[in-house]
Structure formats: structure tokens, C-alpha cells
């Protein structure tokens, strides 16, 4: 927790101490309130450090792009191409950075396996469809995939 983050808890938590000794309901109000943005904190904690990596076709169908979606720098990337049998690798994406890797010839239907690591050294792998007819981000997909969709 940084130091912003404290002076707003340690404010928030004198601010329920006083309405607890002048009304204890409001005070208890105020405790209720403080636990829900001490939640919020922690939450955010967590998800600060999550590398997303997507890999996608181009319009074109001769290059694959590959884009850090997460909130972390991605590092070591390896993306191998089912069944083209073509790898390549990146050594680090920013969050929304990019990075494209040219073929030879168009692609009309292949699957991306995208393995990373996050700063920790934590590995991630996902795999990513990837056909000519569908080139392009897909604005139907859901932001978190709670069913397996991909």
C-alpha cells in the first residue's frame, strides 16, 4: 500500500472514530465504509501486476499482431503458430503496446499459442484462434471470459 493509499485510510478511520463518540450508528456507518474501500484497495492490489498478451490476425492476412491488454509488463514472450509450425519470440511488451511479426505468405486458419511471464517470473499460456474471416478484434467477445470461451 503506498503512502497516499494510508493517509486516506488512517483519515477515513479518525473520521468513524468521531461519529462513533457523537452517534454510534453513523459511526458504524463509516466503519462499513472504510471496510468496503479497504476492499477496493486490496482489489486493485491484486490485479496490478497482470500481464494480458492477445495475439490476433491482421486484415491482410500476412501478419500476426501480438498486444499486451494487462496492467503489467509481459516478458519472454513465445507465440507458436498450430499447424504452421512457425515460432517467434518478443522479449518484453509494455501494457498496451504492440508488436507484429510478418509471414511469408496469408494465413487462412492456424491457432496462436501465447506463452509469457509477468515481472515475478509467473508463466501464463493462452491460445488465440486465428482465421481470415474473422481478422480483427471481435467487439462481441466478452472482457473476462467466465464461461471458457476462449
Known amino acids: 500500500m503506498d503512502k ?3 493517509i486516506v485510510l488512517v483519515m477515513g478511520g479518525l473520521i468513524a472514530l468521531g461519529l462513533f463518540i457523537i452517534e454510534p450508528f453513523f459511526g458504524l456507518i463509516a466503519l462499513v465504509f472504510m471496510i468496503a474501500i479497504l476492499m477496493s484497495l486490496r482489489i486493485m492490489g491484486d490485479a496490478g501486476n497482470y500481464p494480458l498478451v492477445t495475439a490476433d490476425l491482421s486484415e491482410n492476412a ?9 496492467t503489467a509488463e509481459a516478458q519472454k514472450i513465445r507465440v507458436a503458430l498450430v499447424p504452421l509450425d512457425i515460432e517467434f519470440d ?7 503496446e504492440e508488436s507484429g511479426f510478418s509471414l511469408s ?15 515475478e517470473g509467473q508463466r501464463f499460456q493462452r491460445s488465440y484462434p486465428l482465421t481470415a474471416l474473422r481478422a480483427g478484434c471481435d467487439l462481441t467477445e466478452p472482457i473476462i471470459p467466465i464461461f471458457g470461451r476462449r
Do not use: F, H
Request: cysteine-free; hydrophobic content about 40%; aromatic content about 2%.
Open 4 to 6: 497516499n493509499q494510508k
Open 105 to 119: 505468405s496469408m494465413v487462412s486458419e492456424a491457432k496462436a499459442v501465447v506463452t509469457y511471464e509477468n515481472a
Open 90 to 96: 518478443i522479449a518484453s511488451l509494455d501494457p498496451d
Open 62 to 70: 500476412r501478419e500476426i499482431i501480438v498486444t499486451n491488454t494487462g
